[in-house]
């Protein structure tokens, strides 16, 4: 059987506040970014989640080895758990991921833009083709 992890990390980043989802099942490592305006309670965040969390959108797969299942000690995750308390930080694999998402992002915006000016170049040379046309015809 399969296990999912899931886990959201509340940060504060100058202005805001963000939420990082990070999400992995079958080996596949995604998160997601989102912003929050003033500091959020936590059935804020709940609601949030509940509503929003089929809006997400999550960055490209990233494969991870799979962690074994094995039963950790209780002073182990106790130590595990108050280091990332400690450290309150963007997680470096959600950093890795986000900034892939971006990357993709841009090479999408930057084709689409392209296209559209392509266009527009291509409508405006129509249009000066169809003027001439027009004041050669003498109307």
Not at 109 to 121: D, L
């Amino acid at each position: 059987m399969d296990t999912v992890v899931s886990k959201l990390t509340v940060l504060f980043e100058d202005p805001f506040w963000l939420g990082i989802y990070e999400r992995e099942n079958e080996g596949k490592y995604e998160a997601c970014r989102m912003i929050f305006g003033s500091e959020p309670k936590d059935y804020e965040i709940f609601a949030f989640l509940l509503n929003h969390y089929s809006g997400f959108r999550f960055s490209p797969s990233m494969k991870t080895e799979r962690k074994s299942d094995s039963r950790v000690n209780p002073k182990r995750l106790k130590r595990i758990i108050n280091k990332e308390l400690r450290d309150r930080g963007f997680p470096s694999k959600a950093k890795q991921v986000l900034k892939l998402q971006q990357e993709e992002n841009k090479t999408v915006r930057k084709s689409h833009s392209r296209q559209q000016k392509e266009e527009e170049e291509n409508r405006q040379f129509l249009l000066h083709q169809q003027k001439r046309k027009n004041k050669h015809k003498g109307h």
